[in-house]
């Protein structure tokens, strides 16, 4: 068997399945009409230019061991998720608690969601579009476990989605590509241990142990792709699948502005780094003289659902507060810890000294730009700034890092120790945690409680925090565009 399909079509119609739910139930029904009918029509001329595209994603199925191959792809895919936390079988990082607390929000009020928190009176306003599917087919029942299914199915298809996207832009030709694919993207793993030992030595009132940040000082890393899925899937997943679709439509720059749509869906951080690229990319088809392709009809009227969308999380970032929310933008000053930031900065170029030759250079350079520029600049309570908007350009490293591996070119020696060298860039994180969940057992009792109540969530995590997922200003500008 042969099989041939158009995977950004595919991958294009998971993102915005949710996106146009979002629009429907959360604004008002000017708003929502407006911006669904022009989102539609610029994917109608999307699928339309895609119909007869040759550029298409196709895998030979021919051989036992081709069979094979893809059922182990999709047990690793199953592991990666059921680790990840999906299916609550395991005792997940504790923003589950956060995420479960969400989709309950979602499935047990009218939407758009609303809550009251002392004398506040306020709307959810956070990227919810990894949510609404399973949130929505909750409502079926009171139960969590209906959403934990859909939740994990709709992650494994798109795990599939990104893996399939991700082979295609290897330029993979067999199974066996397709398997290696998936293990790369599990366990790709900055050069987070060798640098933070190289710290711990030359700089140790600088070191802090754990995973989460490299160092005491200033709340900056570039996490694995595990780490992300593990805390925050809702950013990580879609912002593969939109990165890939970037690297995988570069030289379709009109549909730039739909996967910039679809990623502040999801996340805004992830909109800044895929923003921050694209830029980059705008600057180096201005040389080429291709800029104006970014102008086409079906991006330019994207303008009023993207303008929707950044009053929708504007009117957030700027509502009034009484207290410090954590969401102020500070410079981080590197004066007296020069051998932190030096060494901040191994855990990717290595990356890019390896790959300096690919064909994809435009890419991998934007990439390593917004990576170092990441490192000055803290947003969000834990520098979700860096950690998330960097999603975009750690996952550009790791495709083109499995480009290298499946490039018949590259020395099978070179291709086997790029390989082991991932393998051990993931045992001193990933397998401590599988490690670690291992010994505290599999089975639903492990499932992390959401929060019962807002009141909850704001005792736990803290009040300031609450003005990160809600609006309490609905007298603000968020009144013209929210569904009352």
């Known amino acids: 068997m042969h099989l041939k399909l158009n995977l950004n079509l595919i991958a294009l119609t998971y993102l915005f399945i949710p996106i146009m739910l979002f629009f429907a139930l959360w604004f008002n029904p000017l708003v929502s009409s407006v911006s669904v009918i022009l989102i539609l029509l610029s994917l109608g001329i999307v699928y339309f230019k895609e119909k007869n595209d040759a550029d298409r994603f196709e895998i030979s199925i021919t051989k036992p061991k081709d069979v094979l191959f893809l059922l182990a792809c999709f047990a690793l895919i199953v592991l990666l998720c059921v680790f990840s936390g999906f299916g609550g079988i395991i005792d997940a990082e504790d923003d589950w608690r956060k995420h479960h607390f969400i989709i309950e929000q979602i499935r047990d009020k009218n939407l758009p969601a609303r809550e009251s928190l002392g004398n506040k009176h306020g709307v959810m306003c956070y990227y919810i579009g990894a949510y609404i599917v399973p949130a929505l087919i909750g409502k079926l029942g009171s139960s969590p476990v209906l959403y934990d299914v859909v939740l994990i199915l709709w992650a494994v298809t798109g795990l599939f989605i990104t893996v399939a996207l991700t082979y295609k832009n290897a330029k993979g030709r067999t199974t066996l590509d397709f398997l290696i694919i998936a293990l790369i993207i599990t366990l790709f793993t900055p050069f987070i241990e060798p640098s933070k030992l190289l710290l711990l030595l030359l700089s140790p009132d600088d070191y802090m142990s754990g995973y989460l940040w490299f160092d005491s000082f200033s709340y900056v890393v570039f996490s694995s792709n595990f780490t992300q899925l593990r805390w925050a899937f809702p950013q990580a997943l879609p912002g593969w699948i939109c990165t890939a679709l970037l690297i995988s439509n570069r030289e379709k720059r009109s549909s730039y502005a739909l996967i910039l749509l679809a990623s502040l869906c999801y996340s805004v951080f992830v909109f800044i780094g895929l923003s921050a690229i694209i830029l980059m990319l705008s600057i ?155 010994n505290k057992g599999i089975g639903r009792e492990n499932r992390g409680v959401a929060f019962s109540d807002i009141d909850q969530f704001a005792q736990e995590r803290g009040d300031f925090v609450t003005y990160q997922y809600y609006n309490w200003n609905e007298d603000g500008i968020i009144k013209y565009i929210i569904k009352q």
Not at 295 to 300: A, G, T
């Open 284 to 438: 180096i088809d201005i040389r080429g003289r291709r800029i104006k392709e970014y102008f086409k009809i079906e991006s330019v009227i994207l303008i009023i659902p993207l303008t929707v969308l950044l009053i929708y999380y504007g009117s957030s970032f700027l509502q009034p507060t009484d207290i410090d929310s954590g969401i102020g933008l500070s410079f981080i000053n590197w004066k007296g810890h020069i051998i932190t930031f030096v060494l901040l900065q191994l855990l990717w170029i290595p990356f890019i000294v390896l790959l300096h030759k690919t064909r994809a250079r435009d890419l991998l350079f934007c990439a390593a730009i917004h990576l170092f520029c990441s490192s000055f600049f803290i947003l969000g309570s834990f520098n979700d700034l860096c950690i998330r908007s960097t999603i975009p350009a750690m996952f550009i490293i790791c495709t083109l890092l499995s480009a290298f591996v499946l490039d018949r070119n590259n020395s099978a020696l070179q291709r086997i120790l790029v390989i082991i060298v991932v393998i051990m860039l993931f045992i001193p994180d990933g397998g401590s945690y599988i490690k670690k969940v291992l």
